[in-house]
């Protein structure tokens, strides 16, 4: 469906069907220039394509659905929301073939930073323990007050409120570094044969949502990206050290030889003495 707007800055008030004015604004210290909701469906599958980003703020809220954060490098999964600065790039797609609802406030102003940081949202990317009907309301809201004359001054106060409500319910989000360090932790851990669910508490996602964001992410399953680090570190021990292959298998979390054997053929085609045979015979 189309987008519908809560209306711009007088005189820049535009059709329900046409874009918003790429403007900023710097004689208030925040003004809304425009809020709406869209729905996108498979036939849709970029939702923004904005690589220079834009002049105003964005502030962004999934209500539904799961979206593919490309410029942060994340997944945006339902019932949270995203806060774009000027000229920060904004690449979004669909996550899977559900469809997703978003709903949006875009705004600028000559003392934005100084209130986000107020209200605690430095984060730029922000879930919600609980549903979050707050952001659905307000939006709701402002779209009323449109026909108010004074509706500018009721959509600055109810972004106002927004923020505040955002800032007393929010949790951060899994971000770019938390992700980083899930490797770091699943390198570390990798012989220990630790459930799948550990690493998806460690980022906090539910088991099922983590071994789909973990395919999406890396194009394998956590269990076979496990497997690879074990026998990455088993290649490095059959190379470098003159370790017999059962202390080899023990050392990278193998219970028997034997099944870290069929682990090492199933990936290099040759058993691990095969392998440590043939490389120390080119060294």
Known sequence: MPSW?????????????????DIAVDDKPICVMAFGREIYKLDKHIITDRPKGRKDYLISFVAKGTICETSKRIIMKENSLAIYKPNEPQLRTLFDQNP?????????GNNVEEILD???LDSRIIEFEEDFPVFVDVIDRMYVAKNNPFWQDICNTLLLELFMHIGGAKKQAPSVLSFQGLMQYMNETCTQNLPIKV??????????????????ARKMTPHNYLIRLRLDRACNLLLHTKLPINLIADKVGYKT???????FFDRYGMTPTEYRNKYLEKQ
């Open 5 to 21: 707007y809560g209306g711009i800055l007088p005189g820049f008030r535009e059709p329900k069907t046409t874009r918003v004015a």
């Open 100 to 108: 997703v609802t978003t709903y949006w406030i875009h705004f600028s």
């Open 118 to 120: 107020k209200y605690g």
């Open 199 to 216: 690493y998806a508490d460690f980022i906090g996602f539910s088991e099922v949502y983590f071994v789909r964001f973990f395919k999406k």
């Open 257 to 263: 030889a034997r099944y870290f054997s069929k682990a």
